[in-house]
């Protein structure tokens, strides 16, 4: 069972958040942030450290995505802690859909081509950031960002946070569509990031899945 709590008003949306613990839920309190489309166009695009290249996304590359998907994601939570086996085995099992990733009603590949970017270093991808468009064009929002702990402090995330938001924006920009993007609420590393590119909290929420084994 998974759910979403929206922790904004009404309060006792709140109080739910606080009481599935107690039922046996696995909660993820989340906070999500949101930019107006004119952001990017302030934002100067860093340069990678040297060794380090851009790897947009190609249906070759897929291995490679693949690779960084099952192997940085479990290493997610901003202080560099692993998941637990339990999780890192629910985790990999979001690669058995990994080549239909995110859905898309047409042009899979050629948007997948035009948004989703790794980093490259010694022939393994280090980081990445996987991006979609919502409501209707709407909503550019990057999904997941992620970059492999032994490569913090490089600037990677801020790259590929700036290189898809203006790939995003290039591609699929509208006068009324907004960035958006979220991290969970423990990952202080995340979250100031986001605060110095210029986003602005927007919602805050609680993920939790309950298992029934």
């Not at 695009?45 to 851009?54: F, M, N, S, V, W």
């Not at 790794?118 to 409501?135: A, P």
Request: with cysteine.
């Amino acid at each position: 069972i998974d759910l979403t709590v929206d922790e904004g008003v009404p309060s006792h949306c709140a109080w739910l958040g606080a009481l599935l613990p107690e039922l046996g839920f696995h909660v993820v309190p989340r906070i999500e942030f949101r930019a107006d489309h004119s952001l990017v166009d302030n934002l100067v695009l860093p340069d990678l450290p040297p060794d380090y290249l851009p790897l947009p996304y190609q249906e070759s590359h897929f291995d490679l995505f693949a690779d960084a998907f099952t192997r940085i994601a479990p290493a997610a939570g901003g202080n560099g802690e692993l998941y637990d086996p339990e999780k890192i085995s629910i985790k990999s099992k979001e690669l058995e859909p990994f080549n239909s990733f995110y859905a898309y009603e047409e042009s899979t590949v050629e948007l997948r081509k035009n948004i989703w970017m790794g980093v490259l270093h010694n022939q393994e991808i280090v980081g990445y950031s996987f991006c979609d468009i919502w409501r209707k064009g709407r909503q550019m929002i990057i999904l997941e960002l992620a970059v492999a702990h032994e490569h913090w402090g490089k600037g990677i995330g801020r790259y590929l946070t700036t290189r898809c938001m203006q790939n995003m924006k290039s591609h699929y920009g509208r006068p009324d569509s907004y960035f958006s993007i979220g991290t969970q609420r423990d990952n202080i590393r995340a979250r100031d990031l986001y605060y110095r590119l210029g986003f602005s909290r927007d919602t805050l929420s609680t993920r939790a899945s309950y298992s029934l084994k």
